[in-house]
């Protein structure tokens, strides 16, 4: 079977562990990751080490089956697989149960938990933490732990005679690693597009996992389950979509270092369902790519690039033109910043964008972070009034105006959340801070085909 690698809480390791895992394993093996959650970031970095796309398992944006097609067919035909988790073991979306944590994808998936303890700061209390992590579910089966940030010779025997007291293997040791760091900013780590000495850091890692690791009793735990095959929606049209388009329909799809923010399965879906997606560079293009037919904007760090995002004028004029002329547009986070009229970095200084959206972006200390039930206020382009989704958002900027007529009225995951509005609807536009996964609403890349195949 495969594994999940958990952590007692967030910050203790588990990126280094996985990251060291997947590249020992892949300097000889095929592996498959996954990533618990919704992030974007270190599932980048997975797909760096393995050569292949690492895929997203969130039950709060997708379902719970969902969940289970995407890592049996994922899994299919690879050596190991590697699921890497969220926040800590038991940490669900609300707070107040284990729902779409890694508790949760590990019973709905029956794999087994390597526990990275960060152990920089005990010695005999490692095994009353792990102790408590193995008995407080019995559901779930904790396979072993990983001993990260360990001090010394003498430390390591304390942890080892506290751990050999309750009988849970050791399957790691991993020393303080100084010389070993992978730099991060205001929305987690540096992405891997930005980093141009991460082959030399992806060598040391796996020069640590051939090292730290108890590979004979881990590798068994990593070969991937055999099932039976069945249709997914990563191999076969979603149910109730069809493609019917004589010709692929050309979308841009804006790929750089400003834009990076793109669940692989929506990319997946756009192409099963008769998309062409057509990558180029708000950064460096000083155009459109030729004949296309909509435009997909993602998120990433717009901020960061701003006065070199300005700079190219030429390819602001032909988005704005594009857009103002009807052209299908998608447009998260990072995209609706980038339509809007400026951007203010952190510094206070405003460089222009777009300027279809009649707000300015500004930068600040504030973190806006969590999942969203949102409720279409209005008929779209995508989505008619009424409709529900769930979508992710993580970002820093705030906007100086908002819609007369806003796209969603949006909620928290908890119940007692506040209620916001937010989103902009103009014509063909399409434009939100809210991430979504089309895993949970495959009706919308089906709708935003549809509208580009009526541009032509």
Known sequence: MALIIAGDRSGVGKTTVTLALLSSLRRHSQVQSFKVGPDYI??????????????????????????????????????????????????????????????????????????????SRMSRSVAAIAHGYRSLDPRIHLAGVVLNRVGSDRHLQLLQDALQSINLPILGILRRQDNITIPDRHLGLVPTDELSELNAIVDQLAELGKECFDWKQLLPLLAPQVSPSKPTPQNSTPSGLSTQYSALIRVALARDRAFSFYYPDNLDLLQQLGAELVPWSPLTDSNLP???????????????????????????????????????????????????????????????????????????????????????????????????????????????????????????????????????????????YIHLHWGGCPEIPRQFLQRCQLKN
């Open 42 to 119: 270190d599932p980048m970095f997975h797909s760096l080490v393995t050569g292949r796309p690492c895929r997203n398992l969130d039950p709060v944006l997708t379902s719970e089956t969902y969940v289970q097609e995407c890592f049996a067919h994922h899994q299919e035909g690879v050596d190991c697989a590697l699921v890497e988790g969220v926040m800590g073991l038991f940490d669900g979306a609300s707070g107040e149960d284990d729902w779409a944590s890694t508790a949760h994808i590990a019973r709905l998936l029956d794999l087994p938990v390597l526990l990275v303890i960060d152990c």
């Open 290 to 432: 030729p004949d296309i037919q909509g435009l997909y904007l993602g998120g990433g760090f717009p901020e960061v690039f701003a006065q070199q995002l300005s700079d190219n004028v030429q390819a602001r004029e032909a988005i704005r033109a594009a857009i103002l002329t009807g052209m299908p547009t998608y447009a998260e986070c990072g995209g609706l910043m980038y339509l809007s009229e400026g951007i203010t970095d952190f510094e206070g200084q405003t460089w222009p964008m777009v300027g279809v959206l009649p707000t300015t972006a500004v930068m600040g200390k504030r973190l806006t972070l969590g999942y969203r039930e949102a409720t279409a206020l209005q008929d779209s382009s995508l989505l008619s009034a009424g409709e529900v989704v769930w979508g992710h958002e993580f970002h820093r900027s705030q906007l100086t105006a908002n819609p007369e007529k806003p796209l969603f009225q949006t909620r928290g995951y908890h119940p007692q959340s506040p209620v916001n509005t937010e989103g902009w609807q103009q014509s063909q536009l399409h434009a939100s």
